[in-house]
């Protein structure tokens, strides 16, 4: 069964630092995987996904995330945090189905100034 | 395009009181999702539609709990009768198939806060 673990559910970085949310999938079939944020009292929006065209996926707001089949993680990273990104941001991965998204608990960033 | 629309933005009842959730899908979209969102319990899929049709309603917790897509531009959660352990935020998504692979990408509308006092 396909599943996300998010490890950190609490990141704390300081303002101009890196981000690194870490994110590990278990799959049966090869994988789409993505990235959602969600800002306090608001949905989920999607930042960035992996569809097997390029390992290296750029997303919104300077987001990044790697995929490395070998590790089996898809890792989400920004070189310089905002204070506009602190939010909780969800891993997700394809349903063995193909017609869900198995999510992530989530792991919620707080930069400080 | 709109997005997904959900109503009531937020609700606030008593125990023991139907409530209705509305969720308007992406135009043109062919599966739509129902989310509960709540600190102890995370993200969780409750029912999924394609095509107006119920595929899997396995999140469902309970018989209080009902869905459903007359159409496809409309979609119900019903609780009938809530209780305070109902209080959450409830997410309606859809996404699109086509013809053309969307990679299974969703779009969440921005959620109904429900209170059940």
């Known amino acids: 069964a396909q599943s996300v673990t998010q490890l950190g559910s609490h990141v704390s970085v300081s303002e101009g630092a890196l981000v690194l949310l870490r994110c590990n999938y278990s799959?049966?079939?090869?994988?789409?995987l993505f990235w959602y944020v969600q800002y306090p009292n608001q949905g989920l929006q999607l930042l960035l996904k992996?569809?097997?065209?390029?390992?290296l996926v750029k997303g919104i707001n300077g987001f990044e995330a790697e995929f490395k089949k070998s590790e089996t993680s898809f890792h989400l990273t920004k070189p310089s945090a905002h204070m506009s990104d602190a939010a909780e941001y969800f891993c997700?991965?394809?349903?063995?189905?193909?017609?869900?998204?198995?999510f992530g608990a989530g792991t919620i960033l707080r930069v400080k100034s | 395009d709109a997005g997904v629309i959900q109503s009531p933005r937020h609700e606030v009842t008593e125990m023991g009181q139907e409530v209705t959730l509305r969720c308007k899908p992406i135009?043109?979209?062919?599966?739509l999702f129902w989310y509960r969102q709540t600190m102890m319990r995370g993200l969780e899929l409750l029912i999924y539609?394609?095509?107006?049709?119920?595929?899997?309603d396995s999140g469902m917790p309970e018989d209080r709990f009902s869905a459903k897509m007359p159409n496809a531009s409309f979609s119900t959660l019903k609780i009938q009768p809530s209780e305070p352990r109902d209080s959450a935020v409830y997410f309606c998504?859809?996404?699109?198939?086509?013809?053309?692979?969307?990679?299974?990408?969703?779009?969440f509308g921005p959620g109904t806060r429900l209170t059940v006092l």
């Open positions: 998504a859809s996404r699109g198939t086509s013809g053309v692979r969307t990679y299974n990408e969703q779009f």
């Open positions: 799959s049966s079939v090869p994988p789409y």
């Open positions: 992996y569809t097997s065209a390029a390992t």
């Open positions: 997700a991965v394809t349903s063995s189905d193909g017609n869900k998204l198995v």
């Open positions: 135009s043109g979209h062919d599966y």
């Open positions: 539609f394609n095509n107006n049709v119920p595929i899997d």
